[in-house]
């Protein structure tokens, strides 16, 4: 089962998030870690406090962002866009259309990047 590890500053802002998106809370482990699920993919979702947060010893600390993303596959680009919008959630841009389909990218709460990506009508995406 694929797994996804996210660096957020506050889970508890990012769970609505990640529902509003079609993930299930599966798991709980105290107030800086939780597991969502969706089909097949779960992510780990790390806050402050965790081991995936701690100093390294080059004194590099792990930390939220970057461009790296898992592209989350939606039947309607604009409803989505729609119901994050209304969560506060911030784009990167607004929805752009390619020879596939739409796609926009939507950060978690934490600055994290999801690319949300509605194939064309005629594509054989799925």
Do not use: C, H
Not at 7 to 34: H, I, Q, T
Not at 37 to 57: N, Q, V
């Amino acid at each position: 089962m694929p797994v996804v590890r996210y660096l957020v500053n506050d889970v508890d802002k990012s769970l609505p998030f990640y529902k509003a998106l079609g993930f299930k809370l599966e798991d709980r482990w105290g107030p800086s870690f939780a597991i969502v699920k969706r089909k097949s993919l779960s992510i780990w979702l790390s806050g402050p406090g965790t081991s995936a947060r701690k100093k390294l010893k080059s004194g590099s600390v792990p930390e939220p962002g970057g461009w790296n993303r898992f592209v989350l596959e939606v039947k309607d680009i604009e409803a989505t866009v729609s119901a994050l919008s209304i969560l506060g959630a911030t784009f990167r841009s607004k929805p752009i259309s390619g020879p596939g389909g739409k796609q926009v990218l939507v950060e978690d709460p934490s600055g994290n990047p999801i690319e949300l990506f509605e194939p064309r009508a005629d594509s054989e995406a799925s």
